[in-house]
C-alpha cells in the first residue's frame, strides 16, 4: 500500500511517497501559491514522477505550518511528530532529531523505542535558523547557496559575538572594516547561528546518533560548524529536506485515530 | 568622536591604589573560605542585604553566588574559551532556565549543574552546609536559592523582611514589624545552631557588630568625601572596592581595608588630585555594573567625563550600637529600609546635586527587574527636575552575549555631545 | 454556559459597571489571589480582580520598562487609559518584584475618581491600598505580624469609608466565601471524571467570574448551574487530560482553552491564579474571622513565596494535590516571558512531574497577547500527539 506525505512550509512543499517499507518518491518545490494550491500541485507532481495515479494512494497525511489548508489530506500530524518518524525510518538509530529551516530550528529527542519523547522550538528570534544565515548573505553579497562552500574555505573565523539578528549588518559591516575576509565573516555566522542550535540541542542532551534534516541542513558549513561545537557526528540523511514529508506519509500508514476533533 | 575607541569588553582603569589591589582582597577572603571547608568549619552561601555580622559571629565562612557570578564574568577558563559567567549560564539554561532569568541566578545555578565545584575561578564556592537568603531587595533569591537547596540537597534559611513603601518622609518601622523581622533573626540564629552545634554568643556578636559599625562609619566618610571637586574616586573604584564592606562587615580586615581606602581619599582630596587630569563633566551610574565589561567606566575620559556617583551597593546611616540588645539593633538598621520608589526617585536627585551630576547613565538590565524598573521614571526625574540628560545602556549584569557594543558606544558618544555642548554653552554643569 | 457568566467572562467592565449602578455599592480593584479581599466584602464593597487587555500599550510602556511583565504593563495601561474609572479604590499586595510596585505606579499615573485628603502631608483617604504580605507564608510569628498588617488595613479601609468593620461583617464574609468555595470545589471534582463533567474553558469562565461577582451571588448561581449539569449528564469533549499551570488566565490569553480543546485535548485541573489558587484554601470559621482570613491570604501558595521547611517544596505540595486523583496525562506550564519566579521554579516542578507523576510537560512562553496564544497552536497540537502516540 502507498501512502502520500506533504510537508506544507513556509517557502517551499515537500511530497514523499511511503510504500511501507522505504521512500519511493518525493518531490521539493520552492512556491509562493497558496498553501492548498501548492500542495495540489507538488502532489500531482510526485504521481506523475513515480508513474501512479490518485486512487493508488491509500491515505494522504499532511504536516507543516500550512498542513491545516490541504483540504484533500486524510489527516494531519505535528512537524515535531513526522521529523521523528521520518528520521528514524532512515536511520534506525535516531536518537536526537535537529531540524534547522529557513523560520525556525527545531530538536526532538526520541525514546530508546524510537517514539518521540519531548521537543524544544527556538521561540525567541530568528538567530540560529537559516534566516540567520540568509541575512549573512544579503549582508555579505553572496548567493545563499556559497555561504557554506565559502565559510569551509576560511582559515579560523571572525568573531561574530552578537547572535541577535538585528545586529546582523553592523557587526558584518564592522567585520569588513577591520579587514576581515569575507570567507571568515561566513565561517563566523556559521558558529554564531551553529551556537543557538547547539544550545537547542543540549535541553534535549545530546544523546547520539544527533541526525541533522531540514534545508538548512544541506549547508555543509552548518553541519561542520555543528559537529565542531557538539564534539559529536552528525548523520545526515540523503535528502534532509523530505525527510519530514516522509514521516507524515509513515504516520498515515500507522492508521492513527485521534481523540477530540480531528482533520478527518 | 571619531578617535573614540570601540567598547570592547575589559576591566577598568581604577584611579586608586587600594582599588586596584581590591581583587587580591577578594582572592584571599576565596582562600581563608575554602582553608575554613579543609578544617571541617561551617560554610554557608548567603546575599546581599544579610546582615553578615551574624555570621562571622557564629563562625561560619559566607560565600556569595551574586558575587561568584560577578567573579565569572571577568574570568576565562582559557585565553580562547568563552567567560565562565557564559559557560554556567549556557548550562543553566539547557537544563531549562530561561535566559530572561537573572544573570546571577543562571550562572550560579550553571555552577551547580555543573557537578564539579572546584571547576570554576578561585577553586569556585566552597561546598555550603546551610543557604541563608533574605526578601530584601528581590524575589528571585527567594526562587533562585530554593532551588539551589532543592539541587544541592542542603537546608535553606530564607530572611523575611517586610517590603516597606513609604510615602513621605522615611520613618522607623512599625513595632509589629521589627518584632516579626527580629523573629526571624532568632530563627536564623536557631537554624545555625542547629547546624552547627555552635551556640550563639551575644558578646561575639557584639565584637562583629562594633567592627561592622565601624567599617559602616568610614564607608559613610567615603561617600561624603568622594562629593569633592576634582572627583577624588570614582564608579570603578567604587565598585572595586564594595566587596569588604558588603561581604565582609563584621571582620577587623574589612575596617583596614576602608580605612586605607579613606586616608588615600583624604590624601587625593588634600593634593588637589581627581580621578583624571581635566574633569570637564561628572556622570552618575545607576544600578549594577556591566561586570563583565568595566571598561565602561573609563569610556568618557577622553573627553573629560568621569563617573562621580553610583548609588548601587552604598551604606545607608544605621542606628546607634545597642550592646544590650544586639538583635534588637540588628532588626532595627535592616528594617529603616525598603524599595520604593517614592523615596528611591527624590534621594537620588538629592545625590545628583550634592555630587554634581551633568548626566546619568542608567543600566538598563534586562534580566534585573528589581532595579531596573524605576529606570523610565528616573530618567524623567532627571530630565524634569534637573535638566540632566541620561542614557539607558541595555545589558545584563553578568551575561555579555546580550551585550551590543555598536549599540551602546552610539548610544554613549551621542549622549557626550549633549554633554560637552552644554558645557561649551557655559550652563552649569556642576548643579 | 450560564448566561451571567459568560456575560462578566466576556465583557467584564460593562458587566461590573451595570452591577455598581444597580446597586449603588462601591467596587475595589485589586492584584493577586493572595489578596485578603475578604474584607472589602465584608464592608459592602465588591472586589474584582484586576486583569490587563492584551492590546498594545498606549501610556504604561513610557512609564514601565519593556523587560517586566506584560501582563502588569498592560493593567496599568487600562488604569491609565480610564477603562478602571469605575474603581473607588485599589489594593495592591506585596506579591511579587512587580506588582507591587503597582502600588506607586497606580498611584502616581492612574487618574483617581476621588480627592485625597491630606492632614499634615498624608492622605487619610488613600486610593491605593498597599498591603505589606510576607514572604516567607509559614513562620512561628507570620500569623500574628500578619493579622497586625491586615489590622491596619481595615483601619485605613474604616476611616476611608466612613463606617466600622466588624467582626460580624467579617464573619458574614468568611461565610459567603466558604460558600462559593465549596461550589467551585464541587465544580472542579466533576472534572475528575473521564470524560470531565465539564471543559477547562467553561471552568475558566465560571473562575474567572468568580473574580468579578459578589461571591454569595456566584455561590447561588453556580449551584443551580451545576445542578443543572449533573441532572444533564452534562460532559465535556474528551481528550487527553492536560494539567494547564500558570498565572492569571483572563480573557486575553484564555484562549490556550480553546486551543488545547480543538488540539484533542481537555484542561482537567490546574495551578492558576485564576484556577485553584483563587479558591482552593478555605477559610477556618472557628477561628476569629480576621485571623481566619490572614490564614487563607498566607496559605495561598503563590509561586513567589517560600515557607520556613529547610528544602522548601510547597510548589510541588500545591500540584500535587491539584493534579492527583485527575489522571493527568501531561501538563503544560504556560508561562509569561520574564516571569522570575515561575521561570526559576520550572526545571525543578518538571523534573518532578516526570519523575513522581511520569508525565510529560509542555513549556509555553506567553507575551500576554491573544497573537501570542495562537502561536502556541502548533505546538499543542505536536504536544497532545506526542501523549496520543
Not at chain 2, 537620588?348 to 550634592?354: A, G, N, S, T, V
Not at chain 3, 473607588?88 to 507591587?100: A, E, K, L, T
Request: hydrophobic share 40%; aromatic share 8%; glycine share 8%.
Amino acid at each position: 500500500m502507498l501512502y502520500a506525505g506533504i510537508d506544507v512550509g513556509a517557502q517551499s512543499v515537500k511530497a514523499a511517497l511511503f510504500d511501507g517499507q522505504k521512500m519511493v518518491g518525493s518531490v521539493c518545490t520552492v512556491t509562493e501559491e497558496a498553501a492548498d494550491e501548492a500542495a495540489r500541485a507538488v502532489y500531482a507532481d510526485l504521481l506523475q514522477g513515480v508513474g501512479i495515479q490518485r486512487q493508488d494512494v491509500e491515505k494522504v497525511w499532511a504536516t507543516g505550518w500550512g498542513a491545516a489548508d490541504v483540504s484533500f489530506a486524510d489527516g494531519k500530524s505535528s512537524e515535531q511528530l513526522c521529523a521523528a518518524r521520518g528520521a528514524r525510518w532512515l536511520l534506525p538509530a535516531a536518537r536526537t532529531v535537529v531540524d534547522i529551516g529557513a523560520e525556525g530550528c527545531r530538536v526532538m529527542k526520541l525514546t530508546p523505542e524510537g517514539t518521540l519523547e519531548d521537543f524544544a522550538n527556538n521561540s525567541k528570534c530568528a538567530s540560529g535558523t537559516g534566516s540567520f544565515i540568509e541575512l549573512g548573505a544579503v549582508y555579505l553579497k553572496v548567493p545563499i547557496e556559497e555561504m557554506g562552500p565559502l565559510s569551509l574555505a576560511a582559515e579560523g573565523a571572525a568573531e561574530v559575538s552578537s547572535t541577535c539578528a538585528v545586529f546582523a549588518e553592523s557587526v558584518i559591516i564592522s567585520k569588513i572594516h577591520e579587514g576581515e575576509t569575507r570567507a571568515r565573516i561566513a565561517a563566523g555566522i556559521h558558529r554564531a547561528a551553529a551556537t543557538r542550535i547547539v544550545e537547542l540541542i543540549g535541553r534535549m542532551g545530546f544523546i547520539e546518533d544527533i541526525i541533522l534534516i531540514g534545508g538548512a541542513a544541506m549547508n555543509p558549513g552548518l553541519a561542520k560548524a555543528l559537529e565542531e561545537m557538539t564534539g559529536v557526528p552528525l548523520r545526515v540523511p540523503e535528502n534532509p529536506r523530505v525527510v519530514v514529508a516522509l514521516g507524515a506519509a509513515i504516520q498515515a500508514s500507522l492508521k492513527r485515530s485521534r481523540r477530540g476533533k480531528s482533520a478527518s | 568622536m571619531e578617535e573614540e575607541k570601540q567598547v570592547v569588553t575589559k576591566g577598568s582603569q581604577k584611579s586608586l591604589e587600594v582599588a586596584r589591589n581590591a581583587w587580591k582582597f577578594i582572592v584571599q577572603d576565596y582562600a581563608e573560605g575554602h582553608a575554613h571547608k579543609k578544617a571541617g568549619k561551617p560554610v554557608v552561601w548567603s546575599c546581599a542585604l544579610v546582615e553578615k555580622e551574624l555570621y562571622h559571629a557564629m563562625g561560619l565562612h559566607p560565600f556569595y553566588p551574586e558575587q561568584f557570578a560577578a567573579l565569572c564574568a571577568v574570568r576565562r577558563k582559557t585565553p580562547d574559551s568563552v567567560k565562565e559567567a557564559v559557560r554556567f549560564a549556557r548550562i543553566a539554561e539547557q537544563a531549562g532556565y530561561s535566559s530572561d532569568l537573572c544573570g546571577y541566578e543562571r550562572v550560579s545555578t550553571g555552577f551547580v549543574l555543573n557537578g564539579d565545584l572546584e571547576d570554576a575561578p578561585l577553586g569556585g564556592m566552597a561546598p555550603p552546609d546551610m543557604l541563608v537568603t533574605t526578601s530584601s531587595v528581590c524575589d528571585v533569591r527567594l526562587k533562585w536559592f530554593e532551588d539551589m537547596a532543592q539541587r544541592l540537597n542542603v537546608p535553606l534559611f530564607t530572611l523575611d523582611r517586610p517590603e516597606r513603601r513609604f510615602d513621605g518622609i522615611m520613618q522607623y518601622p512599625k513595632p509589629h514589624e521589627t518584632r516579626y523581622y527580629r523573629s526571624q533573626l532568632e530563627d536564623l540564629l536557631s537554624f545555625i545552631t542547629e547546624i552547627t552545634g555552635t551556640k550563639y554568643d551575644p558578646d561575639r556578636l557584639n565584637e562583629c557588630l562594633d567592627w561592622g559599625y565601624k567599617t559602616n562609619e568610614l564607608r559613610l566618610e567615603i561617600l561624603e568625601l568622594r562629593k569633592a571637586v576634582p572627583s577624588p574616586m570614582g564608579c570603578a573604584d567604587g565598585f572595586a572596592t564594595m566587596y569588604p564592606g558588603m561581604y565582609c562587615s563584621g571582620t577587623k580586615k574589612a575596617y583596614e581595608f576602608y580605612r586605607a581606602l579613606r586616608d588615600e581619599v583624604r590624601g587625593k582630596i588634600k593634593a588637589g588630585k581627581g580621578q583624571i587630569e581635566k574633569e570637564k563633566f561628572r556622570l552618575l551610574w545607576y544600578g549594577i555594573p556591566t561586570w563583565f565589561n568595566m571598561g565602561i567606566f573609563n569610556y568618557f575620559e577622553p573627553v573629560g567625563g568621569v563617573f562621580a556617583y553610583e548609588p548601587a551597593y552604598n551604606p545607608h546611616p544605621w542606628p546607634p550600637r545597642n550592646p544590650k540588645d544586639p538583635l534588637e539593633e540588628i532588626a532595627l538598621r535592616t528594617m529603616t529600609i525598603g524599595s520604593t520608589m517614592s523615596t528611591t526617585i527624590p534621594a537620588l536627585l538629592e545625590q545628583c546635586r550634592e555630587y554634581r551630576i551633568a548626566g546619568g547613565v542608567l543600566a538598563y538590565l534586562i534580566t534585573c527587574r528589581a532595579i531596573y524598573l524605576p529606570s523610565l521614571e528616573i530618567r524623567r526625574a532627571l530630565e524634569k527636575e534637573l535638566g540632566i540628560p541620561s542614557v539607558l545602556i541595555e545589558c545584563d549584569l553578568v551575561d555579555e552575549r546580550t551585550f551590543s557594543e555598536g549599540q551602546v558606544k552610539t548610544r554613549m558618544d551621542a549622549f557626550a555631545e549633549q554633554i560637552l555642548k552644554k558645557h561649551e554653552s557655559g550652563k552649569s554643569l556642576n548643579n | 454556559m450560564h448566561e451571567i457568566f459568560a456575560r462578566f467572562a466576556e465583557n467584564r467592565h460593562e458587566a461590573v459597571k451595570k452591577w455598581k449602578q444597580e446597586t449603588g455599592k462601591k467596587v475595589f480593584g485589586y492584584f493577586c489571589c493572595l489578596t485578603p479581599e475578604e474584607i472589602l466584602y465584608a464592608a459592602d464593597i465588591l472586589p474584582v480582580r484586576i486583569t490587563g487587555t492584551g492590546e498594545p500599550l498606549q501610556k504604561a510602556d513610557l512609564h514601565v520598562p519593556p523587560n517586566s511583565c506584560a501582563f502588569a504593563r498592560s493593567c496599568l495601561d487600562a488604569g491609565m487609559r480610564g477603562m478602571y474609572d469605575y474603581l473607588d479604590g485599589v489594593v495592591v499586595p506585596n506579591s511579587c518584584d512587580i506588582i507591587f510596585n503597582m502600588e506607586f505606579f497606580w498611584r502616581t499615573l492612574v487618574p483617581r475618581p476621588t480627592k485625597p485628603a491630606m492632614i499634615a502631608g498624608v492622605d487619610i483617604k488613600p486610593y491605593v491600598h498597599y498591603i505589606n504580605y510576607p514572604e516567607k507564608i509559614t513562620g512561628r510569628e507570620v500569623v500574628p505580624y500578619y493579622v497586625e498588617v491586615l489590622k491596619n488595613f481595615k483601619q485605613d479601609l474604616e476611616r476611608s469609608l466612613n463606617r466600622p468593620i466588624t467582626d460580624d461583617d467579617l464573619a458574614r464574609a468568611v461565610s459567603a466565601y466558604n460558600q462559593d468555595k465549596s461550589q467551585m470545589k464541587r465544580m472542579y471534582e466533576m472534572r475528575k471524571s473521564d470524560p470531565a463533567g465539564l471543559s477547562g474553558y467553561e471552568a475558566w469562565q465560571i473562575t474567572y467570574s468568580s473574580l468579578l461577582i459578589p461571591k454569595d451571588k456566584h455561590a447561588g448561581i453556580l449551584k443551580g448551574y451545576l445542578d443543572e449539569l449533573e441532572s444533564n449528564g452534562h460532559k465535556a469533549p474528551e481528550g487527553v487530560r492536560i494539567y494547564l499551570s500558570g498565572s492569571a488566565m483572563d480573557q486575553v490569553n484564555a484562549d490556550i482553552y480553546k486551543i488545547i480543546e480543538e488540539s484533542g485535548g481537555q484542561v482537567v485541573s490546574d495551578d492558576l491564579c485564576v484556577g485553584t489558587r483563587s479558591f482552593w484554601y478555605p477559610l477556618n470559621e472557628e477561628l476569629p474571622p480576621l485571623e481566619a482570613i490572614a490564614r487563607r491570604s498566607l496559605g495561598t501558595v503563590c509561586p513567589r513565596s517560600t515557607v520556613t521547611a529547610r528544602i522548601p517544596e510547597n510548589r510541588w505540595a500545591h500540584l500535587l494535590n491539584t493534579a492527583k486523583d485527575f489522571n493527568i496525562e501531561g501538563a503544560i506550564f504556560y508561562v509569561l516571558k520574564c516571569c522570575d519566579a515561575r521561570l526559576g521554579e520550572f526545571p525543578h516542578l518538571r523534573d518532578k512531574l516526570k519523575t513522581e507523576l511520569d508525565i510529560p510537560v509542555l513549556f509555553l512562553e506567553g507575551d500576554y497577547t491573544s497573537e501570542g496564544v495562537e502561536q502556541m497552536r502548533s505546538r499543542v497540537e505536536a504536544f497532545i500527539e506526542m501523549i496520543e502516540g
